[in-house]
């Protein structure tokens, strides 16, 4: 059973720093493109960043270039998202993606004084 679990998330304060991580498993994690998403309370579903399948490759959308860092460890099938210098916007459910039908249960990143 494909199975992407998501952790991390919590509340922080603006300018504050998270690390995000999803645990991989019941796929070959080390041969797929990854994509972290988010969801903002009553918005739609927002890309934020992908990696391709030997961390070579990487791309953000530009709300948080300079910000956020995608990375990976196929050794223990994890994915990662760094985000720094967060921002009240960016108070949002995140998620990884394997592709469109297998996305994980989220993590919620709330920032906030």
């Known amino acids: 059973e494909v199975q992407l679990v998501e952790s991390g998330g919590g509340l922080v304060q603006p300018g504050g720093s998270l690390r995000l991580s999803c645990a991989a498993s019941g796929f070959s994690f080390a041969t797929y493109t990854m994509n972290w998403f988010r969801q903002a309370p009553g918005k739609g579903l927002e890309w934020v960043s992908q990696i391709n399948f030997d961390g070579s490759t990487k791309y953000y959308a530009d709300f948080v270039k300079g910000r956020f860092t995608i990375s990976r460890d196929n050794a223990n099938n994890t994915l990662y998202l760094q985000l720094n210098s967060l921002k009240t916007e960016d108070t949002a459910m995140y998620y990884c993606?394997?592709?469109?039908?297998?996305r994980g249960q989220g993590t919620q990143v709330t920032v906030s004084s």
């Open positions: 993606e394997k592709d469109p039908t297998t």
